[in-house]
């Protein structure tokens, strides 16, 4: 009386704060800054539920051969208020006469770690991206990561029954696979669109020492977001986005999206996630040197009885912003 069943599932790693840091969507995001951009993030997952995921990461980016600014659409000069009734875009002070708008490339690096229950995945991508002017203002950008990708066994939530069971003697129950992404984005000061496909390789793996009649394989996914930023007031800002994931044979999964910004310097924000979530978090910037954001999950699916939500913080630091750029993606 014994049944077998193939399970499918989610395998990259889910955030809710994404927003703040799109360079986990998209390795075209790479270089759109003006500066150094590094972001650490931790989630923990569906507290109270053993076993429940915990996902960690850092990452960075930085423009090459990049001469024109880029900045918030703002009624307001960051430095101090100003009490003028134009609403003129802000520029930077001291803005050079060999500055113009051309193409420029984008480098950059992620260091993912997942762990649920008695499996541990961990990433590492380099990134490199190109960004095309279309006109004075929209620029499209291409990116591409690659890397590896290690799957393992989390010693700490596996247990036996059989003190016999090989697996028990078994320390190197690891596989290491080629991982690859790709993506497309357009983008300016007040809005961005994009797709990326991660996990182009479907690279099969087993952690049997003999062939596997069904193998695990690395599954594609799909990404698509996009969202616009309007000025409400002299004070406030307003961005409504969506972000469409496809990972066959799941059914399409979307989030909705919107942030208030006051100042460019405070922010809060909801999320709507089908079928899963809701999602409040809230966040500020000190001096365009240093963001901090959070997150709470509340849980909409019947994992809401045996869990208490979902946690996640996410730490920036602007590194080499000499001239103080607001730079779009901190707001995306």
């Given at each position: 009386?014994?049944?077998?069943?193939?399970?499918?599932?989610?395998?990259?790693?889910?955030?809710?704060?994404?927003?703040?840091?799109?360079?986990?969507?998209?390795?075209?995001?790479?270089?759109?800054?003006?500066?150094?951009?590094?972001?650490?993030?931790?989630?923990?997952?569906?507290?109270?539920?053993?076993?429940?995921?915990?996902?960690?990461?850092?990452?960075?980016?930085?423009?090459?051969?990049?001469?024109?600014?880029?900045?918030?659409?703002?009624?307001?000069?960051?430095?101090?208020?100003?009490?003028?009734?134009?609403?003129?875009?802000?520029?930077?002070?001291?803005?050079?006469?060999?500055?113009?708008?051309?193409?420029?490339?984008?480098?950059?690096?992620?260091?993912?770690?997942?762990?649920?229950?008695?499996?541990?995945?961990?990433?590492?991508?380099?990134?490199?991206?190109?960004?095309?002017?279309?006109?004075?203002?929209?620029?499209?950008?291409?990116?591409?990561?690659?890397g590896i990708t290690q799957y393992g066994?989390?010693w700490e939530h596996i247990s036996f029954?059989?003190?016999?069971?090989?697996?028990?003697?078994?320390?190197?129950?690891?596989?290491?696979?080629?991982?690859?992404?790709?993506?497309?984005?357009?983008?300016?000061?007040?809005?961005?669109?994009?797709?990326?496909?991660?996990?182009?390789?479907?690279?099969?793996?087993?952690?049997?020492?003999?062939?596997?009649?069904?193998?695990?394989?690395?599954?594609?996914?799909?990404?698509?977001?996009?969202?616009?930023?309007?000025?409400?007031?002299?004070?406030?800002?307003?961005?409504?986005?969506?972000?469409?994931?496809?990972?066959?044979?799941?059914?399409?999964?979307?989030?909705?999206?919107?942030?208030?910004?006051?100042?460019?310097?405070?922010?809060?924000?909801?999320?709507?996630?089908?079928?899963?979530?809701?999602?409040?978090?809230?966040?500020?910037?000190?001096?365009?040197?240093?963001?901090?954001?959070?997150?709470?999950?509340?849980?909409?699916?019947?994992?809401?009885?045996?869990?208490?939500?979902?946690?996640?913080?996410?730490?920036?630091?602007?590194?080499?912003?000499?001239?103080?750029?607001?730079?779009?993606?901190?707001?995306?």
């Amino acid at each position: 009386m014994l049944a077998g069943a193939n399970v499918q599932a989610q395998q990259i790693p889910h955030y809710s704060q994404y927003m703040l840091n799109p360079l986990l969507l998209n390795p075209a995001i790479s270089g759109t800054d003006n500066y150094l951009d590094v972001r650490a993030g931790y989630r923990n997952q569906w507290v109270g539920l053993e076993g429940a995921p915990t996902s960690y990461y850092l990452s960075g980016h930085m423009p090459l051969g990049k001469l024109d600014y880029s900045s918030t659409p703002t009624t307001f000069r960051p430095q101090s208020f100003s009490k003028s009734k134009s609403r003129a875009r802000w520029k930077p002070q001291h803005k050079s006469t060999l500055q113009k708008t051309r193409a420029h490339h984008g480098l950059g690096a992620l260091v993912q770690v997942d762990q649920a229950a008695g499996l541990k995945r961990t990433d590492a991508q380099l990134i490199y991206a190109y960004h095309l002017p279309l006109n004075s203002s929209i620029k499209l950008a291409a990116g591409i990561s690659g890397g590896i990708t290690q799957y393992g066994l989390n010693w700490e939530h596996i247990s036996f029954t059989n003190p016999s069971d090989p697996v028990t003697s078994a320390q190197d129950y690891r596989r290491t696979r080629p991982n690859l992404g790709v993506g497309l984005m357009a983008y300016d000061g007040q809005f961005y669109a994009g797709i990326s496909l991660a996990q182009v390789l479907p690279a099969p793996f087993s952690f049997r020492s003999s062939s596997a009649e069904v193998p695990a394989k690395q599954q594609r996914h799909i990404f698509a977001h996009g969202g616009y930023r309007f000025a409400v007031g002299r004070q406030f800002s307003v961005l409504p986005s969506v972000v469409l994931k496809y990972a066959n044979p799941s059914p399409l999964a979307f989030d909705v999206n919107a942030k208030v910004f006051y100042r460019d310097q405070f922010w809060l924000g909801g999320t709507y996630r089908h079928h899963d979530a809701a999602v409040a978090s809230a966040g500020f910037q000190l001096k365009q040197r240093l963001h901090l954001g959070y997150a709470y999950d509340f849980t909409t699916s019947q994992l809401s009885t045996v869990s208490h939500g979902s946690h996640e913080i996410v730490l920036g630091l602007m590194l080499r912003n000499t001239r103080g750029v607001f730079s779009p993606s901190q707001y995306w």
